[in-house]
Nanobody, 124 residues
C-alpha cells in the first residue's frame, strides 16, 4: 500500500510562517512529480506549487516569493515552506505525487496519490 502522510498545519498570525511536510511510503520505485494544492470549503482545489523530478518548480502567482517547495529524495518527503502568510492563504492543503509503482518488463505503472489534507489557518 502506498500512502502520503501530511503534517505541519496549524494556526498562525498574518506575517508568520509554517512548514508543511508530506512523507510517502510503500511500494514506490520513484516519484516523478510532486505538488501542493489547497482548497477552501465550497471552492475548487487549486495548485499552489509543484516540483518535477528534475527540480523545476512552479508557483501560483499569489504565493510567488513567499512559498518554497522542496523535496528530500532519500526520505521521499516533500515540503512547503510558507512565509509572510496572509489570511487569504487559509485553506486545507493537500500534497500530491505521481509515482512509479510497478514495472512489468518495459511497461511502467503510475499512480497519482493524495495526502489526507492539513488545515492552515492564518488569523490574528
Amino acid at each position: 500500500q502506498v500512502q502520503l502522510v501530511e503534517s505541519g498545519g496549524g494556526l498562525v498570525q498574518p506575517g508568520g510562517s509554517l512548514r508543511l511536510s508530506c512523507a510517502a511510503s510503500g511500494s514506490i520505485f520513484s516519484i516523478n512529480d510532486m505538488g501542493w494544492y489547497r482548497q477552501v470549503q465550497g471552492k475548487e482545489r487549486e495548485l499552489v506549487a509543484s516540483i518535477t523530478s528534475g527540480g523545476i518548480t512552479t508557483y501560483e502567482d499569489s504565493v510567488k516569493g513567499r512559498f518554497t517547495i522542496s523535496a528530500d529524495n532519500a526520505k521521499m518527503t516533500q515540503y512547503l515552506e510558507m512565509n509572510s502568510l496572509k489570511p487569504e492563504d487559509t485553506a486545507v492543503y493537500y500534497c500530491k505525487i505521481r509515482a512509479l509503482t510497478g514495472r512489468s518488463g518495459s511497461v511502467s505503472y503510475y499512480k497519482t496519490l493524495w495526502g489526507q489534507g492539513t488545515q492552515v489557518t492564518v488569523s490574528s
